[in-house]
């Protein structure tokens, strides 16, 4: 069989149109899913019931089914839910790049949530109460002692969940999405080329999260010097 | 809320299989534990040896396993799964003659156990080197202070307890190998979530199909962690590792 290195060249612009919309997703999810999964993992470590029971119920479901799911779940059922919420007479459209923003930001919040429940128990409960004795109030003593240091520790964690995420924004294919793989498998059935798309989707892929990982690693032995 | 739900759509004939549309989904659910199972299988041993040889003295069996590991780590498993399914058997022309002679289920189980088993090992890998190295440098002497050879302070002294160490993270390993089993779907494997899509699109019931595969799940990733909970009890070392766990 020969490879051809001229299909994936004359591709490129389209795969980079590709890329930059993967890059765009993971940049997006990553910072919702850390807004929201602070925001759950503070509810989940509250003091009033309900509140952490709904987060850890949110947190536990979202564990314990696959992504595919619940990209489905939304792709689907969004569009009737909606429609019957406001009444209108046919289901509005989302399509795949909205319907895959909202749901890697719910989805990950729930993995994000549960690195940060770590993070700000590794705290010391010393330091919460340093702040209160201080006079701080709850908000006060969460946003300039506990979460400042409890993302400090667990940045190597977010970080490595970030290439996680990275690599999983190839799901949205199964909705039709164009990111990197979707450019490159649309690419590869309209030329029949199979073997070079998917091996340089696969070497791209390698060398992004290889690369990122390295970094993580050189960031891990700096904070952990410091500590 | 106003969409219609019908659940008696369970009990309605499938349009695309025999009998009705649950039955339909439990055979997608004995495809999603029989891939989840092979995989498991040989993740567990694959993980095991090079999770082991990565904790050895020869430099270049370190690295070999090493890059074993980031190479199954930092590509996407979708990704992998489409080269196993459509571009490995491009380059053994045996392999390629099989997958075109017989039966395309077979063929896409083949390369859906591959991926996702060599996916998982590396992943097992990484937990057991972990286990093996938290454990007190103390041990490996000993083992070879007693005139154990290094073949026998790993079986006798370190794997026993590092296997029993890393029980909870094999744990989750496991429930996102079930998990991840539904990506073989990409391929056009009838597993679970691919039934359940064809059931919602077939139907239009589309909560109802997703809603039992989303039971499913739970009560898969609930059943997997109590069966781990329990072999992490009965093989608990006495007043070493405390039984149970969560």
Same mark, same amino acid.
């Given at each position: 069989?020969?490879?051809?290195?001229?299909?994936?060249?004359?591709?490129?612009?389209?795969?980079?149109?590709?890329?930059?919309?993967?890059?765009?997703?993971?940049?997006?999810?990553?910072?919702?899913?850390?807004?929201?999964?602070?925001?759950? =993992?503070? &509810? %989940?470590?509250?003091?009033?019931?309900?509140?952490?029971?709904?987060?850890?119920?949110?947190?536990?479901?979202?564990?314990?089914?696959?992504?595919?799911?619940?990209?489905?779940?939304?792709?689907?059922?969004?569009?009737?839910?909606?429609?019957?919420?406001?009444?209108?007479? %046919?289901?509005?459209?989302?399509?795949?790049?909205?319907?895959?923003? *909202?749901?890697? !930001?719910?989805?990950?919040?729930?993995?994000?949530?549960?690195?940060?429940?770590?993070? *700000?128990?590794?705290?010391? %409960?010393?330091?919460?109460? =340093? &702040?209160? &004795?201080?006079?701080?109030?709850?908000?006060?003593?969460?946003?300039? !002692?506990?979460?400042?240091?409890?993302?400090?520790?667990?940045?190597?964690?977010?970080?490595?969940?970030?290439?996680?995420?990275?690599?999983?924004?190839?799901?949205?294919?199964?909705?039709?999405?164009?990111?990197?793989?979707?450019?490159?498998?649309?690419?590869?059935? %309209?030329?029949?080329?199979?073997?070079?798309?998917?091996?340089?989707?696969?070497?791209?892929?390698?060398?992004?999260?290889?690369?990122?990982?390295?970094?993580?690693?050189?960031?891990?032995?700096?904070?952990?010097?410091?500590? | 809320?106003?969409?219609?739900? +019908?659940? +008696?759509?369970?009990?309605? +004939?499938?349009?695309?299989? +025999?009998?009705?549309?649950?039955?339909?989904?439990?055979?997608?659910?004995?495809?999603?534990?029989?891939? #989840? @199972?092979?995989?498991?299988?040989?993740?567990?041993?694959?993980?095991?040896?090079?999770?082991?040889?990565?904790?050895?003295?020869?430099?270049?069996?370190?690295?070999?396993?090493?890059?074993?590991?980031?190479?199954?780590?930092?590509?996407?498993?979708?990704?992998?799964?489409?080269?196993?399914?459509?571009?490995?058997?491009?380059?053994?022309?045996?392999?390629?003659?099989?997958?075109?002679?017989?039966?395309?289920?077979?063929?896409?189980?083949?390369?859906?156990?591959?991926?996702?088993?060599?996916?998982? #090992?590396?992943?097992?890998?990484?937990?057991?080197?972990?286990?093996?190295?938290?454990?007190?440098?103390?041990?490996?002497?000993?083992?070879?202070?007693?005139?154990?050879?290094?073949?026998?302070?790993?079986?006798?002294?370190?794997?026993?307890?590092?296997?029993?160490?890393?029980?909870?993270?094999?744990?989750?390993?496991?429930?996102?190998?079930?998990?991840? #089993?539904?990506?073989?779907?990409?391929?056009?494997?009838?597993?679970?979530?691919?039934? #359940?899509?064809?059931?919602?699109?077939?139907?239009?019931?589309?909560?109802?199909?997703?809603?039992?595969?989303?039971?499913?799940?739970?009560?898969? @990733?609930?059943?997997?962690?109590?069966?781990?909970?329990?072999?992490?009890?009965?093989? @608990?070392?006495?007043?070493?590792?405390?039984?149970?766990?969560?």
């Amino acid at each position: 069989m020969n490879f051809d290195l001229g299909v994936i060249q004359a591709a490129l612009p389209y795969l980079w149109k590709g890329m930059q919309y993967t890059l765009e997703l993971t940049v997006i999810a990553t910072l919702g899913g850390l807004f929201f999964g602070t925001l759950l =993992a503070l &509810a %989940r470590l509250s003091s009033i019931k309900p509140l952490s029971l709904v987060a850890t119920g949110y947190i536990n479901l979202m564990r314990s089914i696959p992504l595919v799911l619940v990209l489905f779940w939304f792709f689907f059922l969004m569009p009737v839910v909606i429609q019957s919420l406001t009444g209108a007479e %046919r289901p509005p459209f989302i399509g795949p790049d909205r319907t895959a923003i *909202i749901t890697f !930001i719910m989805f990950e919040a729930a993995y994000f949530a549960e690195i940060m429940r770590a993070g *700000i128990q590794s705290i010391s %409960r010393g330091q919460v109460n =340093a &702040a209160y &004795a201080l006079g701080l109030n709850y908000r006060q003593s969460m946003t300039h !002692i506990i979460l400042p240091q409890a993302f400090r520790n667990m940045l190597p964690v977010l970080l490595t969940q970030t290439i996680i995420l990275f690599q999983d924004t190839s799901l949205v294919y199964v909705i039709s999405g164009t990111d990197f793989l979707g450019a490159t498998s649309k690419i590869a059935q %309209r030329d029949s080329r199979l073997v070079e798309m998917y091996t340089f989707a696969a070497v791209v892929y390698f060398v992004i999260s290889f690369s990122l990982s390295l970094l993580v690693k050189r960031l891990q032995k700096k904070i952990a010097i410091i500590r | 809320m106003a969409f219609n739900m +019908d659940w +008696d759509v369970f009990t309605q +004939d499938a349009t695309v299989a +025999d009998g009705p549309w649950w039955e339909y989904l439990v055979a997608g659910i004995g495809w999603t534990l029989t891939l #989840s @199972a092979c995989a498991w299988v040989i993740a567990l041993v694959l993980g095991s040896v090079i999770g082991t040889l990565r904790t050895t003295e020869r430099t270049w069996v370190v690295q070999l396993g090493n890059a074993w590991v980031e190479l199954f780590r930092n590509v996407p498993l979708l990704v992998q799964m489409f080269l196993w399914y459509f571009v490995v058997p491009e380059f053994i022309p045996p392999l390629k003659r099989w997958m075109v002679g017989t039966e395309p289920i077979y063929a896409q189980f083949m390369a859906a156990v591959l991926c996702l088993g060599l996916f998982t #090992s590396a992943r097992i890998a990484e937990q057991v080197r972990a286990g093996i190295q938290s454990l007190p440098r103390g041990q490996r002497y000993a083992g070879l202070a007693v005139g154990l050879t290094q073949a026998q302070t790993y079986r006798y002294v370190l794997l026993p307890m590092a296997f029993r160490i890393i029980i909870p993270p094999l744990t989750s390993e496991t429930m996102n190998l079930i998990k991840n #089993s539904s990506i073989a779907l990409t391929i056009g494997l009838a597993e679970l979530t691919f039934r #359940s899509r064809e059931m919602g699109e077939l139907t239009f019931q589309f909560f109802p199909a997703f809603a039992a595969a989303t039971v499913v799940y739970i009560v898969i @990733a609930m059943s997997a962690n109590r069966i781990m909970a329990f072999i992490e009890r009965r093989v @608990a070392v006495p007043g070493y590792i405390a039984g149970g766990g969560k």
